[in-house]
């Protein structure tokens, strides 16, 4: 039974795209064929984290109007057989697809895949419409700030309302140093502000930076906490129940100082 | 030998308990002597009819119905199957509280208001969950949030007088009882959590929050 997951915050800069290449790549590291669909037109970039943009030839647009057979637009990922994007289009914007030409889609896609995990663009007008159109499911995206939350809690709400009730939420980019001085708001808060079952939790780490930058998930490296977090997610999405990471283990600092020192942990 | 059916009463009508391992010929043969028999006791009453301990086709259930109809003056108004009664004695006791709520004014919305979510009424209104920041309520009477509430929330908007808002936990952005406005106070810092109902109502032109004690509504002559 194949699953069609939107990823989605409301926020920009929370960690969408990032997070959907990651649990693209981790899901295909579990041996599911899944296909990552970019629906931020005009503004792409999941093709960059992947470090896939050179092998774009058609995209998402060019699927839909009927240029090319869907089949001839999916790139292959680099590393994983059972991974594959479908790009946006940089040259058009949001309003050049409909929810409806989304569905079928979708619909189609979900016949070779295990796993459609949709990019959704930040906002909630026509970009967000066209992303949750043929979504079963949602993972919300936000880091333990106000502004995101609030974001988010807008969005949860407009789920609700487009009959998507199966909503997870991860919390991006938590520093446990901050949390235990009291200056950012701890797991259990973010939790208890938005009411909706969590998925994971994901350590700010500046390796996540570097990997985006080198177009390299960072949930291909398993030494590393934030590796392991995005993996961990999406053991849960295949109805595996792992128990959470200790994130207090090793943070900031004493990682750098081990890694200084030559420890590879 | 078990009774292949048992003929039992309901709140809403009768239940026919099938003993699971007898023939469906035997079920309806015994289900024929019952109500025959039963046929003064039974009347003409207006019930629903339930079938349990034993699955049924469409097929069967319909000729059940077609025996006991022909022999009783029972008025079968729909047939239930046991989840659904279980469901429709729940929707029950929601009704009667719902009809309470009716009498006194209010309506109940038991699900959290998120962000951009807006209830409006002219009664008052008891919120079964949080009212988060960016949701706005506004009730023609009090507002009573069982849960954080943390938007925009104006009650009293038809009945101000001796209107109040009561939470769990009182930390709106903005206050408004009839005519008096307030907003929470600038020193920002975190978003607190955790229970602590307090009540806000208008004294002296202005929206005054005071700790939830047992005399507290007798103070205010609410």
Do not use: W
């Not at chain 1, 909706?196 to 390299?216: A, F, H, M, R, Y």
């Not at chain 2, 952005?173 to 607190?192: C, F, L, N, T």
């Amino acid at each position: 039974m194949s699953e069609a997951i939107v990823i989605t915050s409301g926020k920009g800069g929370v960690g969408k795209t990032t997070t959907s290449a990651n649990l693209g790549t981790g899901l295909a590291i579990l041996g599911k064929k899944v296909v990552l669909l970019d629906a931020d037109i005009g503004l792409r970039n999941l093709d960059v984290v992947l470090g896939l943009e050179n092998r774009i030839v058609y995209n998402l647009i060019d699927v839909i109007e009927g240029n090319c057979k869907l089949k001839n637009a999916l790139i292959k990922d680099k590393k994983h057989p059972g991974l594959f994007l479908l790009p946006a289009a940089q040259t058009r914007d949001k309003d050049a697809i409909s929810p409806e030409q989304m569905m079928e889609l979708i619909t189609t896609l979900k016949k070779d895949f295990d796993y459609v995990l949709i990019d959704c663009p930040a906002g909630i007008e026509q970009g967000f419409k066209n992303a949750i159109a043929g979504a079963d499911k949602a993972i919300i995206v936000t880091t333990p700030e106000v502004s995101a939350i609030r974001d988010a809690d807008r969005i949860i709400g407009l789920l609700e309302a487009n009959e998507i009730k199966d909503a997870r939420l991860i919390v991006n980019r938590i520093r446990m140093d901050m949390v235990k001085r009291g200056d950012m708001m701890s797991i259990e808060d973010v939790v208890e502000i938005l009411a909706i079952d969590l998925i994971g939790v994901v350590p700010d780490d500046e390796q996540i930076v570097i990997s985006t930058n080198t177009g390299d998930p960072i949930v291909n490296s398993q030494n590393i906490l934030s590796g392991r977090a995005y993996l961990n997610i999406c053991k849960r999405i295949t109805g595996d129940d792992v128990p959470y990471l200790d994130l207090n283990a090793e943070t900031g600092l004493f990682r750098r100082l081990k890694s200084l020192i030559g420890f590879n942990n | 030998m078990k009774d292949a059916v048992l003929i039992k009463g309901n709140q809403h009508g009768l239940s026919v308990v099938i003993e699971p391992d007898t023939p469906f010929q035997d079920v309806k043969e015994a289900v024929r002597r019952k109500m025959s028999a039963g046929r003064q006791f039974f009347g003409n009453a207006q019930v629903t009819l339930t079938f349990e301990g034993k699955s049924l086709e469409q097929k069967e259930k319909e000729e059940l119905l077609g025996v006991i109809q022909e022999n009783s003056q029972l008025e079968i108004i729909c047939l239930v199957d046991e989840d659904e009664r279980r469901l429709a004695e729940k929707m029950l006791f929601l009704k009667a509280a719902q009809k309470e709520a009716d009498e006194s004014g209010a309506i109940f919305y038991n699900k959290t208001l998120r962000s951009g979510q807006e209830l409006e009424t002219d009664r008052g209104v008891v919120i079964l969950g949080d009212v988060n920041n960016g949701a706005k309520i506004s009730a023609g009477g009090n507002v009573v949030v069982l849960g954080n509430l943390k938007g925009f929330v104006h009650a009293g908007t038809r009945y101000p007088d001796k209107a109040f808002v009561v939470a769990l936990h009182m930390q709106p952005m903005q206050i408004r009882i009839g005519q008096v406005m307030g907003r929470s106070p600038d020193s920002g810092g975190m978003e607190k959590t955790g229970y602590d109902p307090k009540i806000a109502f208008v004294e002296d032109d202005r929206i005054v929050i005071e700790q939830i004690t047992n005399t507290i509504y007798k103070e205010l002559g609410l």
